[in-house]
């Protein structure tokens, strides 16, 4: 049995043109082209685009894809791979839920804005910090490579603690602001000091550095989107202070 473009793209919700597409870099051929110059795909062709759109939605690019689909010819075993692949991305995607469904239910608890949790959560739980490593490589090699090598013999456990003790310190960060403390307060200081030692066991950024990655927190969405979960202005407040504190206490 065959199935035309149309039927195809009706069946998968993906279009005619990127069918087209993955026909002409070569990731999904048709099984035939009929004298009509339509194409038809086959039971064959239909299992492939499974896998495909299976592996699109774990984030591969279309070259990453084309390279694992033909690495493996049995199709039942790819499928039972990415059945596996599928599960573990299912179980980070509900603790991520878990995780914000958590923080949501704290703060809207809150008869004031005092944004205090007495038993701070993970806020980091589910969440893949590796997509942030080719950035870092790219600003602070060898920074980079000190850290990768002082992570690396991180427990599970370990890395729990190390995001509770970053949700711990927003949180903080987040009631001196609520408060209206000024950035250059003492105690607003001294919580960044022990922010900064707390980097200090996996690399040493000088002033310039530091300064660099408190501008991240802001500018980059995915850092700013964790801390304005726990309070609206948090990334900008957190990178004032770092400045104050790089300039007042580290060397170029």
Avoid at 131 to 149: G, L, T
Avoid at 168 to 189: K, L, S, Y
Wanted: aromatic letters at 8%; one cysteine or more.
């Amino acid at each position: 049995m065959s199935w035309s473009i149309a039927d195809v793209a009706r069946m998968s919700g993906v279009t005619a043109r990127t069918l087209r597409h993955y026909n002409d870099i070569g990731l999904l051929e048709p099984a035939y082209v009929g004298t009509n110059g339509y194409r038809y795909y086959e039971e064959e062709q239909l299992l492939r685009l499974q896998q495909i759109l299976v592996l699109r939605e774990l984030g591969l690019s279309l070259a990453e894809i084309a390279q694992a689909v033909d690495s493996e010819p049995d199709t039942l075993a790819a499928l039972k791979r990415q059945h596996i692949r599928l599960l573990g991305e299912r179980n980070r995607l509900a603790r991520m839920a878990d995780t914000v469904a958590r923080t949501i239910a704290e703060l809207e608890g809150q008869t004031e804005m005092t944004v205090k949790i007495n038993r701070p959560e993970n806020l980091f739980e589910g969440f893949d910090h590796t997509q942030y490593d080719d950035e870092a490589r790219e600003r602070w090699p060898e920074e980079f490579e000190q850290s990768q090598r002082n992570t690396a013999t991180m427990t599970a456990e370990d890395v729990e603690h190390m995001q509770r003790e970053m949700t711990a310190a927003m949180i903080r960060m987040a009631e001196f602001m609520v408060a209206g403390t000024p950035v250059g307060d003492v105690a607003v200081q001294a919580e960044i000091h022990t922010q900064y030692q707390g980097i200090c066991r996996f690399w040493t950024p000088n002033r310039d550095a530091y300064k660099c990655l408190g501008q991240m927190y802001l500018d980059d969405e995915r850092f700013k989107a964790n801390y304005e979960k726990i309070a609206e202005g948090l990334a900008e407040y957190q990178r004032d202070a770092m400045v104050v504190y790089a300039d007042e206490r580290l060397g170029e």
